[in-house]
């Protein structure tokens, strides 16, 4: 009589199949990184000064933070990802990996990377001084004086500590864009850059903080219309007390031959009053030099009191000259309520 095995066969194999997919999803389960969320939202009154149109001055926007590490093969692998008043995309995220005594390596989409990690480290109680001025503070390569070639979007990062000082490289390889998947189609070239920084742990003063760093981009460009562009920044705070006070060095060479150079300089003064209200002032100069050199003078007040998971900060921030155009003026006055869940 013949025995038919098919089916028990069958069952056998779904049987090895379940148990090897068990065991690999137990695997996975092992080696899978902790999620957390954290957010919050910020309520803002925003003036405007007279030459410009401020309509509803009112608005509101919410962040949402992830953070997921955990370990992978040995390392200590992480994930970041914050979006800022949307759902459908990232404002920001960054993949790292630490390697321990080699150092992290990351790739980063928007959270920050190299020389672009001190462009303005003068302390404030709030916003930057140039923090909603026209023309000052943009976020694009060596405008308004902030340092950064490589950028912080599309960008391989290295961190690394040697003996307290700590380097910060990045490097990018085309245009600095956010991509999800595959390749950018937008003009740019190479850019690299690098902060060190220390404490003054590493050296004996305690309560002092300073930082450099220099980069180089490539402008992508025909020789006649100029060579490429490079950023270099120093800067030192010390903290004295419940105060503290920075200073901040920078020069921007500007490759192409229709654009200005720019030396900054500028200071500022933070004071705690107790553990809930600080408050600051801070000046900036920014030398513009083209045909004629023009000086742009910034300054800015800040103020924030904080009560647990709530916070209110305002800031007014000032300029003449603003941007190296002779006579052209800024002001913005804004005031922002956050709650942290």
Request: hydrophobic letters at 40%.
């Amino acid at each position: 009589m013949k025995t038919i095995t098919k089916g028990k066969n069958m069952n056998n194999f779904k049987k090895v199949g379940l148990t090897a997919l068990a065991g690999s999803l137990a695997a996975i389960s092992a080696n899978a990184a902790e999620m957390t969320v954290s957010g919050a939202s910020v309520l803002t009154y925003t003036s405007e000064d007279n030459t410009e149109t401020t309509g509803n001055p009112f608005g509101m926007k919410t962040n949402l933070g992830f953070t997921a590490s955990g370990e992978v093969n040995g390392y200590t692998v992480s994930y970041m990802q914050t979006s800022a008043d949307q759902f459908a995309g990232m404002s920001s995220a960054r993949l790292s990996i630490d390697m321990g005594d080699l150092g992290l390596i990351a790739f980063d989409q928007g959270s920050g990377s190299g020389l672009a990690t001190i462009d303005d480290k003068t302390p404030t109680a709030a916003e930057e001084i140039w923090d909603g001025l026209d023309g000052a503070g943009a976020t694009t390569t060596s405008v308004g004086g902030l340092v950064g070639e490589a950028g912080s979007s599309g960008v391989w990062n290295y961190v690394k500590a040697i003996e307290g000082v700590t380097l910060n490289a990045a490097a990018r390889k085309g245009s600095g864009t956010k991509l999800a998947d595959g390749a950018s189609s937008a003009a740019g070239g190479a850019a690299w850059d690098f902060a060190l920084t220390t404490d003054g742990s590493s050296i004996g003063v305690d309560g002092l903080a300073i930082g450099a760093g220099y980069g180089q981009s490539d402008l992508n460009q025909a020789a006649a219309t100029g060579g490429d562009d490079s950023s270099m920044t120093a800067f030192a705070n010390y903290s004295f007390g419940p105060a503290t006070f920075g200073m901040q060095m920078s020069r921007i060479n500007n490759g192409g031959l229709t654009s200005s150079d720019e030396d900054v300089m500028a200071w500022g003064l933070a004071f705690n009053v107790n553990e809930n209200l600080s408050l600051s002032y801070g000046e900036r100069d920014v030398e513009y030099q083209a045909s004629e050199n023009v000086t742009e003078n910034g300054e800015g007040f800040a103020a924030a009191y904080t009560m647990g998971s709530i916070k209110i900060a305002g800031n007014r921030n000032e300029v003449s000259n603003n941007g190296g155009t002779k006579l052209a003026s800024d002001s913005m006055t804004e005031i922002a309520v956050s709650f942290a869940f």
